[in-house]
């Protein structure tokens, strides 16, 4: 996959750069999956275009995506997403023997 970069000026096509594009893993095998699919290529191909690396993506615990439109509270889909690897979320903390200038 390849990003490119143009533009268009007076009728006349210009090619500003070109660089490999990155994909997540899940959209690799989303991509090949599809790719099978409409016979386009063969499994084999599908499993050859695959980097042994992208395995690691899947090794680790998910949360189901349709599951945040069920949870009812805006924390509890906060709580869930912060289990998720790759993610992280901290609120900031104030200790209460610490002082703050100008908050009251």
Same mark, same amino acid.
């Given at each position: ?10 009728n006349?096509?210009?090619?500003l ?5 990155k ?11 599809d790719?099978v699919?409409e ?14 690396e ?11 995506? %349709?599951s945040e439109k @069920?949870?009812? &509270? /805006?924390?509890a889909?906060l709580?869930?997403r912060? %289990?998720?690897?790759? @993610?992280?979320? &901290? /609120? ?8 703050t200038?100008?908050?009251?």
């Open positions: 996959m390849q990003d490119l970069e143009f533009t268009i000026q007076e006349r096509l210009y090619l750069q070109t660089r490999s594009g994909r997540t893993a899940k959209a690799a095998v989303k991509i090949a999956v790719l699919n016979g386009l290529i063969s499994e084999k191909e599908a499993l050859r275009r695959m980097d042994p992208m395995a690691r993506f899947f090794m680790h615990p998910m949360i189901d995506p %349709q @069920k949870m009812c &509270s /805006p924390l889909c709580q869930a912060v %289990q998720s690897p790759g @993610k992280s979320f &901290s /609120p900031p903390r104030r200790h209460k023997k610490q002082k200038k100008g908050i009251r």
